[in-house]
C-alpha cells in the first residue's frame, strides 16, 4: 500500500519513474542510486573539462626548446669591440664565425680566445637537432703558420684542452667545425679537463642562458712553465688557465683560475679578478671601453652574484 502511495506522489510531482524513492531501515528516504550515479556522472565530467582546461593553459605557459630551423638571422656579436685583447707581439688574430683566437705561434698555442655566448644561441646548442660532437674531429688549421696538428699531442699525457668549448658552439655547423680547430687547443690535464674546468663551463653556459648575455675569455698562464709536448717539443704547457667573464646587462665581471693539474675544489676557490689575470700573462681586456667602466669590472670578484 505505502509503494502504491509512493508511486501516485511520484506520478504527481511529474518526476522520472528512474529517481525512485526506497524506505531505510531507520524509516528516512533517499534517492536511489540510479540518481545519485547520473550526479556522479556529470560532476565527473564537468571536472574533467576543467583538468583539460588547465592543463592546456599550462602546456602552453611552458618554454619550449626551439629547434635550430625555426631561428634563424642569430647575430653572433652585438659589439665587436669587445673581441679586442691587447696580447704581445708574435699573436695573430683569426676572426672565426664564432670565436676570435690569438694564436702565439712560438708558443703554438692561444694566448687567448674570445667570444659572446647568447640565451639564443645556448637555446640553439641545447635543442635537439643541435649538431653533435661525436660528429666532429680535431684538424690542424691549414690557414695559420704554427698551427699543430691533431696527432702532435698524442701519448703526450695531456688532452687537446678546447678554450671555447664545443657545448657552447652546437648551435652551429661552422662554429663547430672552427672550435675544433687546432688553434683554439691547449695541452690540459684530463682530471682538470674532464673535471672542475669542465663544471665551471657548464656552469657559464647556464649562466649566459639566464644573464642573455656573457663575454668569455679563455686562455694559458704560462707562469715560467718550460715543459714542451709534440714531435719537435715545442707545444707549450701552460702551468694554469684563465677564464674571463663579463655580462654587458648585468655590469658583471669575474675572472676564474685553475692550475693545470688535479686539484680539488670549488668555483669559490679559483675566483679571482681580471685585474689579476692581466697581472699573470700579460695581456689586456676591454681596451676599448671607457678606462673608469673597465676599471671598475676589472676589480669585481663577487661570485654570489653569479649563481
Not at 529517481?19 to 560532476?43: D, F, M, P, V
Not at 676572426?95 to 647568447?118: G, M, Q, W
Not at 671555447?164 to 662554429?175: I, V, Y
Amino acid at each position: 500500500m505505502k509503494r502504491l502511495i509512493t508511486i501516485m506522489l511520484l506520478a504527481v510531482l511529474g518526476l522520472s519513474p528512474a529517481l525512485q524513492l526506497t524506505t531505510s531501515l531507520t524509516g528516512g528516504t533517499e534517492w536511489c542510486a540510479t540518481a545519485s550515479a547520473k550526479s556522479k556522472n556529470k560532476a565527473k565530467k564537468s571536472k574533467s573539462k576543467k583538468q583539460k582546461s588547465k592543463a592546456k593553459k599550462q602546456k602552453a605557459s611552458l618554454t619550449t626548446v626551439p629547434r635550430i630551423s625555426s631561428l634563424t638571422g642569430t647575430t653572433v656579436t652585438t659589439d665587436k669591440s669587445l673581441l679586442t685583447v691587447t696580447v704581445p707581439q708574435g699573436n695573430k688574430r683569426i676572426d672565426y664565425k664564432a670565436i676570435t683566437v690569438y694564436f702565439n705561434r712560438s708558443l703554438r698555442i692561444p694566448s687567448c680566445v674570445a667570444y659572446e655566448l647568447t640565451n639564443t644561441m645556448v637555446a640553439m646548442a641545447d635543442a635537439p637537432d643541435a649538431e653533435k660532437r661525436r660528429n666532429y674531429k680535431f684538424n690542424g688549421d691549414p690557414n695559420v703558420l704554427g698551427s699543430p696538428d691533431w696527432g702532435d699531442y698524442r701519448k703526450s699525457g695531456y688532452t687537446r684542452g678546447h678554450m671555447a668549448p664545443a657545448m657552447d658552439m652546437r648551435w652551429d655547423r661552422q662554429a663547430m667545425t672552427e672550435c675544433f680547430l687546432m688553434t683554439n687547443m691547449c695541452p690540459q690535464i684530463e682530471q682538470l679537463n674532464n673535471g672542475p674546468w669542465r663544471t665551471l663551463e657548464e656552469s657559464v653556459h647556464r649562466w649566459a642562458k639566464r644573464d642573455g648575455s656573457i663575454w668569455i675569455y679563455t686562455g694559458p698562464i704560462m707562469a715560467g712553465s718550460t715543459r714542451r709536448i709534440g714531435p719537435k717539443a715545442d707545444i707549450a704547457v701552460p702551468a694554469a688557465f684563465y677564464k674571463v667573464l663579463y655580462a654587458p646587462r648585468q655590469q658583471r665581471a669575474i675572472a676564474f683560475v685553475y692550475d693545470n693539474a688535479a686539484g680539488e675544489g670549488g668555483m669559490a676557490r679559483h675566483a679571482t679578478t681580471i685585474a689579476e689575470v692581466e697581472r699573470r700573462t700579460g695581456l689586456t681586456f676591454f681596451p676599448r671601453m671607457s678606462s673608469a667602466t673597465a676599471r671598475a669590472l676589472k676589480h669585481q670578484c663577487d661570485l654570489s652574484q653569479w649563481r
